[in-house]
């Protein structure tokens, strides 16, 4: 059996973009995705501190060190610019695995950068 269990996440990071007008995701700056080890497309769970917004979606890499999270397509209509967002990604594990696994959160700053 797998169960499904919170892998890492971002989090309260600010939202520097909305684009509608795009074909879905989330762009969130390669730094960030690093070193919370989400990958490009992988699935991602976005929660807005701001309004209780849930949404899901999957993640495409900004520019390296710009601090970008930008909302594109239908997700735009969840945050506006300035809001703080959570984003989490979750991983398929055996209990066993699961027992074991230690999830990574990254704490950016208030320009969206990672801290060390």
């Given at each position: ?87 989490i990604s979750y991983a398929w594990m055996t209990p066993e695995e699961s027992a074991e696994h230690q ?14």
């Amino acid at each position: 059996m797998l169960i499904n269990v919170f892998k890492s996440k971002i989090h309260r990071v600010k939202v520097t973009q909305a684009e509608l007008n795009y074909v879905g995701s989330v762009t969130i700056d390669e730094n960030l995705l690093d070193a919370a080890g989400i990958r490009e497309n992988e699935r991602v769970q976005i929660v807005n501190n701001n309004n209780g917004e849930r949404l899901e979606t999957y993640a495409i890499k900004g520019k390296r060190g710009s601090g970008i999270i930008c909302l594109n397509g239908a997700a735009a209509r969840k945050a506006q610019i300035g809001d703080i967002v959570i984003i989490i990604s979750y991983a398929w594990m055996t209990p066993e695995e699961s027992a074991e696994h230690q999830p990574m959160v990254v704490f950016p700053d208030e320009n969206n950068q990672v801290v060390m």
